[in-house]
C-alpha cells in the first residue's frame, strides 16, 4: 500500500509540472469560466441556478478527454511500459496512478468553481453540497473512464487530439449546459444521451440525484473498466 501511494503522490507531483495538465485541468476551463460566467448570466438571468454545474461539466470533460489521455500515451506508448514489464510492475499501475492524479486536479479545479462562481457572478450554490460534490465525483470517475480508453487505444497523439475533441465538443454542445436541450432537433436531443455529460449536468442539479440519471453512468463506468481491462492485457502480452 505504501508503495502504491508513493506512485500516486509521484504522479501528483508530475502532473503538476505537466504543462498539458496544467492549461487541460486549470488555465483554459477556469479562463472559460471567468469570461463566460459573467456571459451567461448576463444574457440568461435564470442561468444563475445552474452556472456552477455547466462549467464544472465544462472543466471536467476538457481535463478528462483531452488532459489525460496524452499522459496514457506517454507511459503506455514509450519505453515506460517496458520498464513496467522489466521491474514486474504492474501494468495497470500508470493508468491507475494517473486516473486517481488527475481526479485530484480536476475536483480541485471544480471546488474552485464552486467557491468563486457565488461571488464573482451571484450564482447560486447546490442546495445540498455534500450530495452536490458526490455526484461530481461519479462524474469525474465516469469521464475519466472514457480518457482513459480514449488514452490506450488510440497510440498517435495526432489522431487522439483529433478524437479527444470529437467527444468533448458534442459532450458541452448536447449535453444542455450552452442552452437548453430542448432548442436541439430530436436527433441531436438523443445523440447528446449517448456522452456522460448529459447525465453527469442532471445529476449534479437541485434534486437530480436520483436513478434515472445515474444508470447510465454506472453502466459507462464499468463498461469502461471492462475494455481497460482487455487494452492492459494486450499490452501485458
Known amino acids: 500500500m505504501s508503495g502504491f501511494l508513493y506512485g500516486v503522490a509521484l504522479q501528483w507531483k508530475l502532473d503538476i509540472r505537466s504543462r498539458s495538465l496544467l492549461v487541460t485541468c486549470y488555465i483554459v476551463p477556469l479562463i472559460f469560466f471567468l469570461l463566460m ?6 444574457v440568461m438571468p435564470d442561468m444563475k441556478s445552474t452556472l456552477i454545474q455547466s462549467m464544472i461539466v465544462m472543466s471536467v470533460s476538457m481535463g478528462a478527454f483531452i488532459g489525460l489521455p496524452p499522459s496514457l500515451i506517454e507511459t503506455y506508448g ?3 511500459n517496458k520498464v513496467y514489464k522489466a521491474n514486474g510492475v504492474p501494468i495497470y499501475l500508470g493508468l ?3 486516473f486517481l492524479s488527475a481526479f485530484i486536479h480536476l ?4 471546488a474552485v468553481i464552486v467557491l468563486l462562481a457565488p461571488v464573482l457572478f451571484e450564482a447560486v450554490l447546490p442546495a445540498q453540497l455534500p450530495i452536490f460534490f458526490f ?6 470517475i465516469v469521464s475519466l473512464s472514457i480518457g482513459s ?7 498517435n497523439q495526432t489522431k487522439l487530439t483529433m478524437i479527444a475533441q470529437l467527444v468533448f465538443l458534442p459532450s458541452i ?5 450552452m442552452f437548453p436541450i430542448d432548442l436541439l432537433p430530436n436527433i441531436l436531443e438523443m445523440a447528446g444521451r449517448i456522452f456522460p455529460a448529459f447525465w453527469g449536468y442532471r445529476l449534479m442539479l437541485d434534486n437530480g440525484f436520483c436513478p434515472e440519471n445515474l444508470w447510465y453512468l454506472i453502466f459507462v463506468f464499468f463498461t469502461a473498466v471492462i475494455v481497460c481491462g482487455i487494452l492492459l492485457k494486450k499490452q501485458k502480452d
Open 78 to 80: 514509450s519505453d515506460i
Open 149 to 155: 480508453i480514449l488514452g490506450l487505444i488510440i497510440k
Open 107 to 110: 475536483m480541485i479545479a471544480c
Open 96 to 98: 491507475v496512478t494517473m
Open 173 to 177: 454542445m448536447l449535453s444542455g449546459i
Open 135 to 140: 455526484a461530481l465525483a461519479i462524474y469525474i
Open 37 to 42: 460566467g459573467g456571459i451567461f448570466t448576463s
